[in-house]
């Protein structure tokens, strides 16, 4: 993650700055279950960062202005100020680099800033891991309201130690979903026109196998003329990645007693032997040689590819006249029906401030704004929804919501990434590969893993 270097005399402005919206007043205590709580005028900061892809500053509550989301992401604002008889005050124009950086410098100076903040994990994980700059919010908020506010899986870069430090807005819609979720998309016009079985099918009936796999990949490879249709374009980095969890292992895995990395248990190498095996040898001829980004599906050069799920803006749904998703197959230890995916940050993970005028009244402001919407407060509603918005199937719909539900941090600015990629890239064997690797993992998981692990214990139990 690169993050702004700050100089002296930028520390020293923004410090000035900031100074500015520095509060005296203390809010009472206060019963969060009342609606008639009483913040007695008091003004809150929230930073809230736009999405990194927009395409202009344009943003409110991390959506685009003048929509539906939007307006009731406001209308909820003023519900909110209105019941607790406050101002809160929402800078919704910045980047997550720059709300990252007044954070930063807010914390490490003592001088109060925000009372909420709202940006990338990759960024607020090193404030996390810092220790004390951030309140602690199992006794804050409801965090075991994993519909509202995420499952432990989706927040593991914000568990540390002994406590839970960051939440997700679940219950409001796309917001989760950047960066995340890792599928298989899939062109169904080509589908149809080889006459082919629709592997949502497969899904359905629960024989979405690796070996099933196999079988679609080499029926969905064709000549159209002098060009090859692979059955599959994808970053080996994102094959590698999800084709290790589909075996029912994750990343961090606690055997005998003790936290390892999940490729080095049984169904972590059967997982990513597999892998290499698809990758290298029996679907070689199958998938695009050359496929980091998603161009050679969209031009129609192959049928499937692999997809990160952005619910704001970059999303084939919106470019190709019927595309679908699937997760990755199962392998034979999986969970039947959980498909796990990966992720590499959440563009919203929300935190408040240590030094927030009060960490309670925070915490009751986003305990009300992150309420869902109306008409939208059950998993049947948000597929409904989906469905007409965004996918083409009601099928694909519930894909996207289980490919965030269980997700999983892959580390990959800590490098946790790295040796899963190696397992494909490389020809050596994959138990060869590594044991070259055991040192790093070891260091990985005593530096991240083990107290990630431990606040998740400490927060939700075994």
């Keep these: 993650m690169k993050y702004f270097k ?18 005296s007043e203390i809010v009472p205590e206060y019963d969060v279950t009342s609606d008639t ?20 500053t344009d943003n409110v509550f991390g959506y685009k202005p003048d929509t539906n989301f939007a307006d009731m992401a406001l209308e ?80 593991q870069m914000m568990l540390w130690k002994d406590d839970l430090y960051g939440v997700v807005p679940c219950a409001w819609p796309l917001l ?16 149809a026109r080889l006459g082919e079985t629709d592997p949502r099918e497969y899904v359905e009936n629960s024989t979405w196998t690796w070996d099933k796999f196999e079988e679609v990949l080499e029926a969905f490879t064709y000549k159209e003329g002098e060009r090859t249709v692979y059955g599959l374009s994808s970053h080996d980095a994102y094959f590698a990645m999800n ?65 990160f799920l952005d619910g704001v803006i970059n999303t084939l749904m919106y ?19 959980v498909y796990p995916t990966y992720y590499e940050e959440f563009t919203y993970a929300t935190v ?22 109306k008409g939208l407060e059950t998993r049947d509603d948000m597929i409904d929804y989906l469905t007409s918005q965004v996918f083409f199937d009601p099928r694909d719909s519930a894909v996207f919501l289980g490919a965030v539900e269980y997700t999983e941090y892959g580390f990959f600015w800590e490098g946790g990434r790295s040796g899963i990629e190696q397992c494909i890239r490389t020809l050596k064997p994959v138990s060869e590969a590594l044991e070259g690797l055991e040192n790093v993992y070891d260091k990985l998981v005593e530096e991240y893993l083990v107290p990630h692990y431990n606040g998740r214990i400490a927060v939700y139990g075994e």
């Design 6 to 23: 700050l100089t002296a005399v930028t520390l020293l402005f923004a410090v000035l700055l900031i100074s500015c919206g520095v509060s």
């Design 37 to 56: 709580t009483d913040f007695y005028g008091t003004t809150f900061n929230w930073g809230f960062s736009m999405h990194r892809y927009a395409s202009s």
């Design 76 to 155: 909820r604002l003023k519900d909110v100020e209105k019941r607790f008889n406050c101002t809160i005050n929402i800078d919704n124009n910045s980047s997550s680099y720059v709300i990252g950086d007044r954070l930063n410098v807010s914390l490490k100076t003592g001088v109060h800033l925000y009372d909420i903040a709202t940006c990338d994990t990759g960024i607020l994980s090193s404030i996390v891991r810092a220790g004390g700059y951030l309140a602690g919010l199992s006794n804050l908020l409801d965090v075991k309201n994993t519909a509202k506010f995420g499952r432990p899986n989706m927040l």
């Design 176 to 191: 989760v979903s950047s960066r995340i979720g890792h599928v298989l998309a899939i062109n169904e016009t080509l589908v």
């Design 243 to 307: 084709m290790f969890l589909s075996n029912g292992v994750t990343f961090s895995e606690y055997v005998d007693g003790k936290v390892v990395f999940g490729a080095y248990t049984d169904a972590g190498r059967e997982a990513l032997e597999r892998a290499a095996s698809i990758y290298n040898v029996t679907c070689k001829p199958f998938i695009y040689p050359d496929a980091s980004t998603t161009d050679h599906f969209r031009d129609g050069s192959s049928v499937m590819c692999g997809y």
């Design 319 to 337: 470019e190709m006249e019927n595309a679908g998703i699937i997760p990755f197959p199962q392998g034979p230890k999986a969970t039947p029906g």
């Design 352 to 373: 408040i401030p240590a030094n927030a005028i009060d960490t309670s009244a925070s915490a009751a402001i986003i305990d009300a704004m992150f309420e869902p919407f």
